[in-house]
């Protein structure tokens, strides 16, 4: 988890202002693929569904969400399709694998 994620899980608010006021990236995810404000969503829906109290939840929320809407537009940019090998793009030749082999 990045410490944004681990902030808005633990309803740390005051870190969480410090990390965005530093430039914390608010896009980057954890290993389930989340965000800050995704995980600050959850935590605020289950808080409602347990009846617990919301504040400290709607504070993460608020900081998340006024992180994402101020933040630059990043590029995103995707690895580049690996060449595949001659090996890998030929059928097995040298076992005869097609029809009628065997």
């Known amino acids: 988890d990045t ?8 309803g740390a608010i005051e870190v969480l202002e410090v990390l965005v ?9 954890n290993n389930k693929n ?3 404000l995704q995980v600050a969503r959850q935590k605020r829906l289950e808080a409602d569904e347990m009846d617990e109290s919301t504040k400290v939840w709607d ?3 608020r ?3 006024a992180a994402v809407k101020s933040a630059p537009k990043r590029a995103t940019t995707t690895a580049p399709t690996p060449t595949p090998t001659a090996a ?9 694998g097609g029809l009628g082999a065997g």
């Open 59 to 61: 504070g993460v929320l």
């Open 63 to 65: 900081v998340c969400e």
């Open 21 to 29: 006021k530093a430039g914390a990236d608010m896009t980057l995810t």
């Open 34 to 36: 989340e965000t800050a």
């Open 3 to 10: 410490a944004c994620i681990l902030a808005a899980v633990e």
């Open 88 to 96: 890998e793009e030929e059928p097995a030749a040298a076992g005869g």
